[in-house]
């Protein structure tokens, strides 16, 4: 599977981004997909994952409310509609996919990356 993030950019709080994720290769409609974010210094921090259906998703405890994981297995893409973005979103945006349906936190549950797309939020 290969993963081609896109979407990321420079935001001022408040503001909006929407991130895409084309997925091409191995059947994209059978893994489960995941958003993940790093920032400089810090560990790989998960945000939010969806399951192979679309009908379950989860999302970490700092973007819960404002951020919003979908899928369209039509087109092999996931999304991450980021919404009331604050300067500490500033990251690397990774998506990433599994080879199981079901979704998980852990970024070491994840087999497959895409290579990031920076987002950055001014103040």
């Known amino acids: 599977v290969q993963l081609q993030a896109s979407g990321g950019g420079l935001v001022q709080a408040g503001g909006s981004l929407r991130l895409s994720c084309a997925a091409s290769?191995?059947?994209?409609?059978?893994?489960?997909m995941g958003w993940f974010r790093q920032a400089p210094g810090k560990e790989r921090e998960f945000v939010a994952a969806?399951?192979?259906?679309?009908?379950?998703?989860l999302y970490g405890g700092s973007v819960k409310g404002r951020f919003t994981i979908l899928r369209d297995n039509a087109e092999n893409t996931v999304y991450l509609q980021m919404n009331s973005l604050r300067p500490e979103d500033t990251a690397v945006y990774y998506c990433?996919?599994?080879?199981?349906?079901?979704?998980?936190?852990?970024?070491?549950?994840?087999?497959?990356w895409g290579q990031g797309t920076q987002v950055t939020v001014s103040s």
């Open positions: 290769g191995r059947t994209f409609s059978n893994q489960a």
């Open positions: 969806i399951t192979w259906s679309g009908g379950n998703t």
């Open positions: 990433a996919a599994r080879s199981a349906r079901y979704i998980v936190t852990m970024a070491t549950e994840y087999d497959y």
